[in-house]
């Protein structure tokens, strides 16, 4: 139907994603065949990974609700609990954040997606979480996902940022990604105080230095 619309009406970037994103979801539809239930264990479909996963349940409900002090990850994940949504860029940051910087069971990631999302696709949702956790079919070994060098470029302006964290209304945009790291005389005149107003982040990677 889309390569008809193509055809018929217009060929653009909206279509070339579309087409792109299916691929991809016959893709796991594919890697859930082969592997089954392998799909759903600790260790993915790769039997010789040896990554020791935290079970920080305190680390995991504030990733939840949107309160790890990292305004990219909070955003998305509020807009997951009020709507039942986020973007395709948006999972794929949280989904790192919790693996790679807060080394949390990916399965536990995996399941609270199954719980929320209303566009939930079992092969989707497993399949895209081993990938990002390194326990899937991933050629490049350990992708990881700099949280701010994403913000800065998928939300420049930190509209979104801005619409779902309104307590960080104030900040510039160019100091919102990195608010903790704001001289106190700073949050003072934008009216957030790190820590009280919003919270401090659970981790701060050597990965985000030298990020502006």
């Given at each position: 139907?889309?390569?008809?619309?193509?055809?018929?009406?217009?060929?653009?970037?909206?279509?070339?994603?579309?087409?792109?994103?299916?691929?991809?979801?016959?893709?796991?539809?594919?890697?859930?065949?082969?592997?089954?239930?392998?799909?759903?264990?600790?260790?993915?479909?790769?039997?010789?990974?040896?990554?020791?996963?935290?079970?920080?349940?305190?680390?995991?409900?504030?990733?939840?609700?949107?309160?790890?002090?990292?305004?990219?990850?909070?955003?998305?994940?509020?807009?997951?609990?009020?709507?039942?949504?986020?973007?395709?860029?948006?999972?794929?940051?949280?989904?790192?954040?919790?693996?790679?910087?807060?080394?949390?069971?990916?399965?536990?990631?995996?399941?609270?997606?199954?719980?929320?999302?209303?566009?939930?696709?079992?092969?989707?949702?497993?399949?895209?979480?081993?990938?990002?956790?390194?326990?899937?079919?991933?050629?490049?070994?350990?992708?990881?996902?700099?949280?701010?060098?994403?913000?800065?470029?998928?939300?420049?302006?930190?509209?979104?940022?801005?619409?779902?964290?309104?307590?960080?209304?104030?900040?510039p945009a160019k100091k919102i990604h990195q608010v903790a790291e704001l001289p106190i005389a700073e949050q003072k005149k934008y009216n957030v105080i790190v820590g009280v107003d919003y919270p401090q982040p659970?981790?701060?990677?050597?990965?985000?230095?030298?990020?502006?």
């Open positions: 139907e889309i390569k008809k619309y193509e055809r018929q009406r217009i060929k653009n970037e909206s279509t070339y994603w579309l087409v792109f994103e299916l691929i991809w979801r016959d893709y796991f539809r594919f890697i859930a065949k082969k592997y089954g239930n392998k799909l759903f264990r600790l260790e993915g479909i790769r039997p010789d990974n040896k990554v020791k996963w935290l079970e920080n349940k305190k680390f995991f409900e504030k990733w939840i609700n949107g309160e790890t002090g990292v305004p990219f990850v909070d955003a998305n994940m509020r807009e997951l609990l009020e709507t039942g949504f986020m973007s395709n860029r948006g999972r794929q940051n949280v989904a790192s954040f919790l693996t790679k910087d807060l080394k949390i069971n990916w399965t536990w990631g995996a399941m609270w997606f199954e719980s929320q999302l209303l566009d939930y696709d079992v092969c989707s949702n497993w399949g895209n979480w081993t990938y990002v956790a390194g326990v899937g079919n991933d050629p490049r070994e350990n992708r990881y996902f700099n949280i701010i060098s994403q913000a800065q470029r998928y939300d420049p302006q930190a509209e979104y940022v801005k619409h779902w964290l309104p307590e960080l209304l104030e900040v659970l981790v701060n990677s050597t990965k985000w230095v030298n990020v502006h």
